[in-house]
């Protein structure tokens, strides 16, 4: 529990849906605006990591309970006891929380979908910002409030916001602190797409639902391949496609996918 005012302020939780195919992790503690206390961050990398080495999953949805998405770490909770931490104990601690989610789900080899409304902030932003496909309301803000608060970037914001957006926009959100609304999220390229508020919710169930049929290990493959050749040359990067190609033509989809063009059908991959 945190301490907010005086008042006790509940830890929430990382609720876990299974629909179907889809896992749908939510972050609820909409009091807070769905910050993310220790217990939350460590909730949400057990169920990343147990959804990595889960079969039967074909597509990840990340979304926040109430009116927004998440506003970063629970800082105020962290310090609330007054008591100054171990020295080095951020350096040993954050590897196995929030940079171990960003990681997970910028490496699962399964898509990641967040719906993002309301605020996105700090750890929140770089959770949306690390998953395949991040749909926000049109007045959504993305936020990196860390030049505002005197410290530093974390959570992978230095590596993701570069790739995405460019350097100089990177500076804009990193350095001076500016807000990004969810219509210029997507003008920019870092997110997926924006809708409007009332269509949000449509917005990420379809496109889950699309994820969700499509050839589950191929889709894993390629977003690896994806990741790895931003740092590989074109020879290394063909090489690695060459060996995805002879993974995924082993799998039941890839027949199916065969068959279907054969057949002139829409075809009905089952993610093996």
């Known amino acids: 529990m945190g ?24 972050l609820n503690r909409p009091q807070r605006r769905n ?39 629970d800082w105020v909770a962290t310090n609330a006891s007054g008591q100054r931490p171990r020295t080095g104990d951020l350096v040993r601690r954050v590897p196995h929380g929030a940079n171990r989610a960003v ?3 910028h490496t ?5 979908v967040c719906s993002v409304r309301g605020w996105a902030v700090g750890l ?12 926000a309301g049109a007045e959504a803000i993305f936020w990196e409030p860390f030049a505002d608060r005197g410290f530093a970037p974390d959570s992978g914001a230095t590596w993701l916001l570069p790739r995405l957006v460019g350097l100089a ?10 807000k990004v609304s969810g219509a210029a999220a997507a003008e920019w390229g870092l997110i997926h797409d924006s809708v409007p508020e009332k269509d949000l919710d449509a917005a990420a ?8 049929a499509g050839p589950t290990i191929a889709i894993g493959l390629a977003k690896q391949a994806l990741h790895q050749a931003l740092h590989t040359p074109l020879s290394q990067a063909m090489t ?19 068959a279907a063009f054969r057949d002139r059908r829409s075809p009905d991959f089952q993610g093996r």
Not at 108 to 112: G, N
Not at 124 to 135: K, W
Not at 240 to 258: I, M, P, Q, Y
């Open 103 to 105: 990681e997970l789900v």
């Open 240 to 258: 690695h496609e060459l060996f995805n190609v002879e993974l995924s033509c082993r799998t039941a989809d890839f027949k199916e996918g065969l």
């Open 205 to 212: 169930a379809d496109l889950v639902a699309r994820l969700a």
């Open 35 to 73: 910050s993310l206390s220790h217990s939350m961050i460590d909730e949400l990398v057990t169920a990343l990591t147990a959804a990595a080495t889960d079969d039967g999953l074909r597509v990840v949805h990340i979304r926040g309970a109430g009116e927004d998405f998440c506003t970063g770490a």
């Open 108 to 112: 699962l080899h399964l898509p990641v």
């Open 3 to 26: 301490q907010e005012g005086g008042a006790t302020v509940p830890d929430g939780s990382v609720t876990v849906h299974r629909d179907g195919g889809a896992l749908v992790l939510t």
């Open 169 to 178: 926009r990177a500076k804009r959100m990193l350095l001076l602190g500016e």
């Open 124 to 135: 929140g932003c770089n959770l949306a910002l690390a998953a395949d496909f991040t749909v």
